[in-house]
C-alpha cells in the first residue's frame, strides 16, 4: 500500500477517509486484494495477523466484529 489507506491505531481507523472509519476501508481492501492478487492464502493470514493484534487494541469490540470486519472480506 501506497501510504494512503492506512490504518490509525490503536482506533484502526482510515487515515485519510472520513473521520472513524473503520479500517480496512473500501479502497484499504482493494489495494489489498490488488497487492496479494491470486494469493488468497497470503491475504488471509495477512489479515489473520492484524486480527490477532487488534482484539487486543479494541477489546470493547466482540471478536465476531473484528472477524468480519478483518477478516471474512476476503473470502
Do not use: K
Not at 8 to 29: L, V
Request: proline share 11%.
Amino acid at each position: 500500500m501506497n501510504g494512503e489507506h492506512l490504518p490509525r491505531r490503536p482506533q484502526w481507523h482510515c487515515q485519510m477517509c472520513e473521520p472513524d472509519t473503520p479500517w480496512p476501508c473500501h479502497p484499504a481492501r482493494v489495494r489489498l486484494a490488488e497487492a496479494y492478487g491470486r494469493d488468497r492464502i497470503g491475504l488471509s493470514m495477512y489479515v489473520g495477523g492484524l486480527l490477532f493484534v487488534v482484539v487486543a487494541e479494541l477489546p470493547e469490540v466482540t471478536p465476531t466484529e473484528l472477524y468480519e470486519r478483518f477478516v471474512a472480506w476476503t473470502r
